[in-house]
């Protein structure tokens, strides 16, 4: 995050320079921790400092450890045993006052933070021989708050990369005043990050002995943020693996450039992570922290990058992370917010989301006071439901094994405000008296010019730091201890009551409708468990008829309400006319809305979703729900079994219709009726197998309209590939004139007559014609005859009751694009269901077809991007976008990994600055 990307500027302090060392807002006392005794693996200390009685009321917690937390060290010394940490971290209560916290760590002695009454404590062994005598210095801090004007860089190249940086930076203390397995959808399910953390050689140098203590406090706040019931989910960061890297040579390439150190940290964590979900040491996403400064394409003042929705992809899910203080924490939980698919408040997709106080929660790109009482956004928690719903996260559903219990030591208590200093702004860096801004902002001392100055990140005290007497910082806040209790104890959230149902997405033909309920009976609090189970429930409404509207179906009037809007490959051009396309969509995406341009063969997905309601295809009942396909019947309910039988009738036993079929066997050249269909007429299928198999014979089917026009392959054009034809509100599945077996289906009634012809050309073999479909029985005998030319047509049509080939609907294509199969059962069956073998076997629909015609998302290179200086040794990056066969940007995951380009980013301007 970055303020402003303006320097820090020094304030003089108004302070001789003797006194420096007393110019902190903190107290400090020497104290020896008295143990009062354990039970069931509590502990009960007591200390006595600043002329009141603490007594902290201690129990295990190490939950963001996982069961096989494992720690490695590369070109380091050895684990010891003291590396087990399992065993250290405790969380509690102070003087059992309910809004009190304590988190510390009780190896090597006591440190950590605690927090009574609005005042944070900060604990650890006393240097020197005091320690040896048991004596902890005991410091009274203020609490941290989030940088006014902190700004996440994030330029606008590295946005429409998929690639989020965070920028740093220091405001100066004039400018205070400035910013003072596919689940279900919809089902609430735990999830756990199973995380890696690795901390570089600068931060082994840096930290020393402190640094494993010091990655898992950072990642225990992180680890709360995330159980905050205002991201309406239950998302559990565990830690699996710590690698310290003492070696550089051992490690990954790490330099300023922030977007080249993410892809050489992403590209070297996979070799350490073991493909298996089941193994031990498997984790979903790596963090690397570094002292390095990270620099952005422009500035400098980088804290932190990372790519978004990656978290359950093996190459992407990762972040880099520079260690600037405890304030560090916050930038781990913002980064993995990008990993979990979240943009920045201020984006396009959270506008009409978020109300007016966007600027004050954990994704802001401008991070003011965070609201500590909902950090997440309603933007945040709408995404990571939505990319969690969407099939994205199913990495996360296994739960760890017998969890460690976990270090919940506030970080205020285990680092007090000097020690804040340190890590912000160096070794020689104090505490600033800064009384005005008690648990908001810490002050930090400098020198500027040979004078005096006091500095700040916008960065609150750490929680648990001493702000007064018998009080600490909590959330920004100088609270008593004795209200620890309110702070730390769990409370389980509950669901509350179903809310009314919502607006139906339709007026008719059968729409969809929406309750909801919130985990709110009670809300969740202090890391307690957020709702498991069903948040949202949907049903069927408006099923009723709609009226007649030209016989266009409703998915049809979607395509449509576009035809004003041109699209690349048409650029500016005229507004062509769309129309719904089905054939070589990919099951997986019939609930987008993929229109054709009539008379062409471009097709675009026009809305990444169609409304509730709409059929999923023209041949199932199942209809589109939030973008994806429900079982529904054709009663228009969903989870109805109701089926349309063969007559078209809803529940019916298909009685009340009869099946009339006929072959031809002989045409001459040129245009031939076959069969006019009447209206009415269902489950059409008309089918001509070309001579030997071959993919042309010379002979084809057409289909011409009552009123002479042709529908398919008139005027000697054919269409050879697979289409469906949308007429008259009816869809006609054509397999195109290529196909071994040409064919032509319809399932639903047909809304007016149409007649098959057959197109012969040249002296080739005769056709092989055959069709069947089903009519209404008349109501009188003979009332009702089927429709022929003359006695010496080549027509022979005769109702036939025997086996027929029945057939399922394709599967998954093979492949997402270029070239793939899809395969389908095709069963033979009698006419009351029953499996038979007395179908006729040249006559067997194929049960593989190619698939994929959807060109394959290809590699698109920008332009280099200016030099980040002017002289000495700068770097260029240039945009590398993945782009969609309809010109939108895709996930860089979409295209192909081994024929992406390189040199996305060179060293530029090598001159030496004069």
């Known amino acids: 995050m970055r303020t402003g990307g303006r320097p820090p500027v020094p304030v003089l302090v108004p302070v001789l320079s003797a006194l420096l060392g007393l110019c902190s807002a903190e107290r400090q006392a020497l104290v020896v921790p008295r143990r009062l005794g354990a039970a069931g693996g509590r502990e009960r200390f007591r200390l006595e400092a600043f002329g009141e009685r603490l007594t902290l009321e201690l129990e295990p917690d190490s939950s963001f450890l ?82 006014a004007g902190a700004r996440c860089a994030v330029a606008e190249a590295e946005t429409e990369e998929g690639m989020e940086t965070e920028a740093a930076g220091s405001e100066p203390a004039g400018h205070a005043e400035m910013g003072s397995r596919r689940k279900k959808r919809f089902v609430s399910s735990p999830r756990y990050v199973e995380t890696m953390l690795v901390a570089d050689q600068s931060m082994a140098e840096f930290h020393g002995s402190g640094l494993k203590h010091y990655l898992l406090t950072l990642l225990s706040v992180a680890a709360k943020l995330y159980k905050h019931p205002s991201i309406r989910n239950s998302i ?22 922030a977007a080249l150190t993410l892809r050489n940290f992403c590209s070297w964590q996979k070799q350490h992570n073991p493909p298996s979900d089941r193994h031990a040491e498997h984790y979903d996403t790596a963090i690397l922290f570094t002292r390095q400064d990270l620099c952005g394409a422009k500035t400098c003042d980088t804290l932190g990058m990372a790519d978004v929705g990656t978290v359950c992809d093996l190459n992407r899910s990762c972040s880099i992370i520079e260690d600037d203080g405890l304030q560090a924490a916050f930038t781990t939980a913002h980064e993995l ?277 709409t059929l999923c295809s023209p041949d199932s009942t199942s209809v589109c729900v939030q973008g994806q396909c429900v079982k529904a019947g054709c009663d228009r309910m969903i ?30 050249p040129g245009y031939h009726d076959v069969v006019t269909i009447p209206a009415g007429a269902t489950n059409i299928e008309v089918k001509q197998r070309n001579h030997r198999g071959a ?42 004139s290529s196909a071994a077996l040409e064919r032509i289906r319809s399932f639903s009634p047909l809304k007016e007559p149409l007649t098959i012809q057959v197109l012969t050309v040249g002296d080739l073999p005769q056709p092989k014609i055959k069709f069947t479909y089903f009519v209404k029985k008349p109501t009188q005998p003979g009332s009702e005859k089927v429709p022929t030319r003359k006695k010496e047509s080549f027509n022979a049509i005769r109702e036939i009751i025997s086996s ?79 782009i969609s066969y309809d010109g939108s940007v895709l996930p860089q995951e979409s295209c192909e990994p081994s024929k992406k380009p390189k040199h996305l980013i060179d060293f530029c301007n090598v001159t030496d600055c004069s």
């Open 337 to 613: 917010g990008h990993v979990f698919n979240m943009p920045h408040d201020d984006a396009k997709q959270c506008a009409g989301i978020n109300g007016i106080s966007r600027d004050f929660h954990m994704m802001a790109s401008m991070l003011s006071n965070l609201d500590r009482s909902q950090p997440w956004s309603p933007c945040s928690a709408y995404m990571i439901t939505t990319f969690l719903d969407n099939g994205h996260g199913e990495c996360l559903l296994d739960k760890p094994h017998k969890p460690i219990q976990l270090p919940s030591d506030l970080p205020g208590t285990l680092y007090d405000a000097n020690r804040q200093c340190q890590f912000t702004f160096g070794d020689e860096s104090k505490h600033c008296p800064d009384a005005a801004s008690t648990c908001t902002t810490l002050w930090c001392t400098g020198t500027s010019g040979g004078l005096l100055v006091c500095q700040t990140k916008h960065f609150p005290w750490a929680d648990g730091t001493s702000c007064g007497e018998g009080k600490w910082c909590m959330n920004g806040k100088c609270v008593n201890k004795t209200e620890k209790k309110h702070y730390d104890t769990p409370v389980h959230g509950s669901w509350g009551s179903w809310g009314a149902w919502g607006e139906c997405s339709r007026t008719c033909g059968g729409g969809v409708q929406y309750s909801f309920r919130e985990c709110d009976n009670p809300v969740p609090r202090n890391g307690g468990k957020y709702c498991e189970g069903k948040r949202v429930q949907y049903r069927s409404c408006n099923i009723e008829d709609c009226p007649d509207n030209d016989g266009k179906t409703f998915r049809e009037e979607q395509c449509e309400k576009h035809n004003e809007f041109s699209k690349s490959p048409f650029g500016s051009g005229p507004a062509v006319e769309w129309t719904p396309k089905f054939a070589g969509v990919s099951p997986k995406d019939r609930c987008k809305l993929v229109c054709r341009a009539k008379g062409t063969g471009y097709f675009f997905v026009l809305q990444p979703k169609v409304v509730d309601g």
């Open 639 to 668: 989870g109805s079994n109701k089926k349309f039988d063969k007559c078209g009738i809803c529940g019916g036993n298909g009685s009340t219709c009869k099946k009339v079929s006929g072959t031809l066997v002989r045409a001459k």
């Open 804 to 882: 027929e080939w029945v057939i399922e609907e394709w599967g998954e294509c093979s492949k997402s694009c270029g070239s793939g199969w899809q395969r389908r059962a095709v069963e033979c069956r009698d006419p009351q269901g029953r499996l038979a073998a007395d179908c006729a076997r040249e006559l067997k629909p194929s049960d593989v077809r190619p698939c994929a015609d959807v060109p394959c998302p290809q590699w698109q290179l920008g332009d280099w991007s200016p030099c980040s200086k002017t002289c000495g040794k700068g770097f260029k990056k240039r945009l590398l976008k993945c």
């Open 695 to 736: 993919r042309h014979d010379g002979s084809f089917l057409a289909i011409k309209a009552a009123d002479g026009t042709y529908v398919l392959n008139g005027d000697y054009t054919l269409s050879t590939l697979e289409q469906d034809i949308t007429y008259k509100g009816s869809v006609l599945r054509y397999s195109g």
């Open 236 to 257: 559990s960061l565990v830690v699996v693996k710590i690698m310290v890297i003492y070696e550089e040579r051992k490690g990954p390439d790490i330099s300023s450039n």
């Open 66 to 147: 996982a069961p096989d937390f494992t720690l490695q060290y590369l070109g380091g010394p050895p684990p010891s045993p003291e590396d087990d940490l399992s065993r250290c971290f405790y969380s509690g209560t102070v003087n059992r006052d309910p809004s009190s916290a304590a988190a510390v760590s009780l190896c090597a002695g006591m440190r950590g933070a605690f927090s009574l009454r609005g005042r944070q404590y900060l604990i650890q062994p006393a240097p020197g021989i005091a320690h040896r005598r048991g004596a902890h210095l005991l410091r009274l801090r203020g609490a941290r708050r989030a940088a």
